[in-house]
């Protein structure tokens, strides 16, 4: 049981800096998982970026993913093919459903991020991270499209999952950091004494305190740098 998302950050943060990761850069995914983030990325000194994740769903199923549109720059487009052909979905179908999204997509880019660019992950750690993965399917897909953009090593840091999401993720990323691993996993919000909902609003006032804290930080190294 965490006591709220910045204190399961907080034990996130200091399990993962124990790893000696390569050029961190920490990939939230909104709106809750940019708290935990928030405090990993300040353990690690490292960058804050979000992961903007909006899934596409089936025809009269809407919350059964046939696919997933994943912001970047480019965009990728990741299908779910099992459920693709389940449906019996032809291509343009498909781009008839993803076109229905991606108005939200970017309504989310837009409030999120403004006209900043995402950072590039080439060559570096790219950590995802979430207060919690139930089945893992947003994660799992952000995933597979970070993997288009030749990372070094993929992380999957979430605070609590059922043993066998954790089992899948660890199918797909290079490493995956849990806290806890509940035999009985219920809701999300039941591993947390504090739960709260958060708005678009809460998701940048948090972004933009966790850059002001990396310049201070940055500066606080390059000064360190700099000394004879």
Known sequence: MFRDREEAGVKLGLELSRLQLHQPIVLALPRGGVPVAVEVARALNAPLDLLIVRKVGAPG???????????GDPGDVVLNREIVETYGLDESELRVLIA????????????????????????????????????????????????????????????????????ALEQEADRVVCLSQP????????????????????????????????????????????KP
Do not use: C, W
């Open 183 to 226: 035999a009985r996993f219920r809701t999300l919000g039941h591993h947390y004494l504090r739960f709260p909902q958060l708005s678009d609003s809460d998701v940048v006032s948090a972004m933009d305190g966790a850059a002001q804290l990396y310049k201070i930080g940055q500066r606080h190294v390059s000064g360190l740098v700099q």
């Open 100 to 167: 229905n999204e991606r108005p939200e997509l970017e309504r989310r880019r837009a409030a999120y991020r403004g006209k900043t660019t995402p950072i590039s992950i080439t060559g570096k750690t790219a950590i995802i991270v979430d207060d919690g993965a139930a089945t893992g399917t947003t994660m799992k897909i952000a995933i597979r499209a970070l993997k288009r953009r030749s990372p070094r090593e993929i992380v999957v840091a979430i605070p609590v999952s059922p043993q066998e999401t954790v089992a």
């Open 61 to 71: 199923n809407p919350e059964l993913a046939v696919a997933a549109i994943v912001d």
